[in-house]
């Protein structure tokens, strides 16, 4: 199982990225997947999950901002970042959902991506 994130960078407050997560090694189309971030200093925090199905939940601080969809075709998580504000700097990590502990549990997850760097100027 390898998961690939990308498409992290710089960007000011205000703007937009698009993050991706590319799996390989298990059947993608039958797994929730979650994003999770890690500030500075601070814990790896849930941020968003989608089921197989195509549900989405979100953490409040990204909801109305942020949206999480797939393309099972392409094996590929996106997460949509809008209005970024300098409180979204983080390593954004996705993961593949094993456990049902909670979909925001970092425990219920089993394979981690790599983590892209998003910094967001003010």
């Known amino acids: 199982v390898q998961l690939q994130a990308s498409g992290g960078g710089l960007v000011q407050a205000g703007g937009s990225l698009r993050l991706s997560c590319t799996a390989s090694?298990?059947?993608?189309?039958?797994?929730?997947m979650g994003w999770f971030r890690q500030a500075p200093g601070k814990d790896r925090e849930f941020v968003a999950h989608?089921?197989?199905?195509?549900?989405?939940d979100y953490a409040d601080s990204v909801k109305a901002r942020f949206t999480i969809y797939r393309d099972n075709a392409k094996n590929t998580m996106y997460l949509q970042m809008d209005r970024l504000n300098p409180d979204d700097t983080a390593v954004y990590y996705c993961a593949r959902r094993l456990r049902n502990y909670g979909l925001n549990i970092l425990k219920s997850y089993d394979y981690w991506g790599q983590g892209t760097l998003v910094t967001v100027s003010s």
């Open positions: 989608i089921s197989y199905g195509g549900r989405a």
């Open positions: 090694g298990y059947t993608f189309s039958n797994y929730n």
